[in-house]
């Protein structure tokens, strides 16, 4: 069949609306009606030249909803008509990080930046032969898309697909930097540097996680002023203004954990948030940056580490496998427990895509969503 799709074909580049072939199902796959999808600084790295794709052209969009229209052969669990959510690490359930629970860390995860399907090939074609690649082998920035049914969480359909997209990737990927990550306990002071679509969630967590403060630092005034909605005590445009509070806060410790979800994580900010955390302290670093950035980090080196016994962990969707994750934050929406009507600041129609694109660099947005019935 034909479908619409948001392809990029250099990068850094831009978005461009093009007409594809999408082949039919096969073994284990899945074609799925794209009812809504997220825009997420992921997609964006990849237009900016921040992260280097295996192969372009690539479709993009990772934080997709929409309703399964056609099943290949072999497929066990889901039924036309079923409303699903797409996962962005697609879990083989075999692998050891699998096994022990970590299905954010299957080894399948070596395919989402080459963007081929799990036997190797493509789905997607242009009209002159050449493959084209999905992003995290889901590529959610098109009208119809054929899916592995590793990469699908089959949901309830009471909640609108175009508020449950968020929870394929944004909202888990923020809370659980603050729950499962960062740890949060009852009483902590916390930082979260950052607070966009997944910065705004990590403020959700700590403060379900019972921080005694949770303190938002954004460049953009109206973050910081969202931010306070979502649960912040207090918000700052940058951790050196912040530092002053922390410090009174913490008889000059500094904070019990950081989460580091800027949309664009660069040295200099790395070092700054690790410095900002006191001894036996948490930096949660959940926002990505240039994949060929010199790894050198001001403030970091392994005296301060061993000698304040501080820790560094890194956050892949929240610490927490997606078929556990995502059933659980719906559960939260529906009673009350978990914001996300108020995280959509405005939606789009896939010709936008560029244009939610830039608002999502200039801050404008907590999140944009595409919805493909505009």
Sequence with gaps: MKTRAAVLRS??????????????????????????????????HVVMGDVHPGHLPMVGGHEGAGIVRELGPGVRGLAVGDHVLTAFVPGCGECRWCAMGLQNLCDNGAHVMIGDQLDGTFRMHTDDGLDVATLSLLGTFSEHQVFDQKSLVKIEKDVPLEIACLVACGVQTGYGSATQAGDVQPGDVVLVIGVGGVGMNAVQ?????????????????????????????????????????????????????????????????????????????????????????????????????????????????????????????????????????????????????????ADMRSGVNIRGVIRFDK
């Design 11 to 44: 990068a850094p580049g831009a978005w461009s609306i093009e007409e594809l072939e999408l082949d039919d199902p096969r073994d284990g796959e899945v074609l799925v009606e794209m009812v809504a999808t997220g825009l997420c600084h992921s997609d964006d």
């Design 205 to 357: 967590g700590a403060r379900a996680s019972g921080a005694a403060h949770v303190i938002a630092i954004d460049t953009v005034e109206d973050k910081r002023k969202w931010a306070m909605d979502f649960g912040a005590s207090e918000a700052y445009e940058s951790i050196d203004a912040a530092m002053d509070r922390v410090r009174h806060l913490t008889n000059g410790q500094g904070a019990d954990v950081a989460i580091l979800s800027v949309g664009v994580v660069h040295n200099d900010i790395f070092g700054a948030a690790f410095q900002a955390i006191r001894k036996a302290g948490t930096l949660v670093v959940t926002g990505i940056g240039p994949d060929d950035e010199e790894a050198v980090i001001p403030g970091l080196n392994a005296f301060i580490i061993a000698m304040m016994q501080k820790r560094i962990q890194g956050a892949l969707y929240g610490m927490k496998s997606p078929r556990e994750a995502m059933p659980m934050l719906l559960n939260m929406y529906r009673a009350g427990q978990l914001k996300l009507d108020e995280l959509v600041t405005r939606e789009y129609s896939l010709d936008q895509v560029n244009e939610a694109a």
